[in-house]
């Protein structure tokens, strides 16, 4: 047992490459001890975790966890966390940045999800509710994890954990809004049987505003998306996370982990400004 080891925490989004994505899981296996959320709990208290310790999360919810992740994870009996956004469980509503994309196109429409997460959160409401109520196209639909599929992954595992109502970027939010947001997540996922106290930022946007609201509502733990490895003592409502995706190579998948990553990357920034 290490006393305060570095703590590693990987964020993924949607699962399609269930090949990379074995193969990921198998070096990490390999290489750490794969922890769940409760571990983690417990570290945060008494500080006594395995060598080399790692959870896996992933955020939004997205269908291809549960159909590409979770066998995988089954199959290595892992946990891992995964953050729902709870007004789209079990609905046919899209993500509100696919379907920013599918009204504008790909190109035009990745800028401009881009630029609305800069928007007061109010504005980039009202922006998603004229693009659907002026486009010609038909309302895009987009099937969303049910509560039966939550619960199969939550008895196997998985923990159920909270990724607020809606999605908004909480630095944008009103702290009425962040109330609105973390009361009924909250409510929706008690109701589903989930216990909700660990929430990751949407978008990982930190907002120092929302730290007393967390709290209100009974959050234990939260996660930012700020690619750094958690050293020392850390903050259990600002836990750093490492990004990583389905079709990361496995090179890349070992810097980044290394946490030479985080390092690198100003510099290949820079050079590439350089390049222009
Ligand atoms: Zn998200």
Redesign the pocket.
């Given at each position: 047992m290490a006393k305060s080891p570095l703590l590693r925490i990987l964020s993924y989004h949607s699962i399609n490459d269930s090949y990379n994505f074995d193969k990921q899981i198998k070096f990490l296996r390999k290489n750490f001890s794969i922890i769940s959320y409760y571990q983690l709990t417990v570290f945060l208290k008494n500080r006594c975790l395995p060598e080399k310790p790692l959870l896996i999360t992933s955020?939004?919810g997205d269908k291809s966890f549960y159909d590409n992740a979770f066998p995988i994870l089954k199959n290595h009996e892992l946990s891992a966390t995964l953050?729902v956004i709870t007004n789209l469980i079990g609905t046919s509503t899209p993500f509100w940045w696919n379907e920013i994309e599918y009204y504008l196109g790909k190109n035009e429409g990745n800028k401009k999800v881009l630029e609305v997460k800069c928007w007061a959160n109010k504005r980039r409401e009202a922006y998603l509710e004229e693009l659907r109520n002026t486009s010609s196209k038909p309302i895009l639909k987009y099937d969303q994890l049910t509560p039966g599929q939550l619960r199969e992954m939550q008895e196997a595992g998985i923990t159920i954990a909270n990724?607020s109502h809606t999605?908004p970027m909480f630095d944008k939010c009103t702290p009425e809004e962040l109330e609105h947001e973390m009361s009924k997540s909250t409510i929706i996922l008690r109701d589903l049987g989930f216990t909700p106290d660990v929430f990751a930022y949407?978008?990982g946007n930190f907002s120092p505003n929302a730290e007393s609201i967390l709290q209100k509502y009974g959050i234990k733990q939260a996660y930012l998306f700020d690619h750094k490895i958690n050293k020392g003592d850390v903050n259990p409502l600002r836990i750093s996370r490492l990004v990583v995706n389905d079709t990361t190579p496995l090179w890349k998948f070992k810097l980044i982990l290394s946490g030479w990553h985080t390092k690198i990357l100003p510099i290949t920034k820079a050079l590439g400004k350089l390049r222009k």
């Open positions: 955020d939004d953050f990724h999605h949407p978008n």
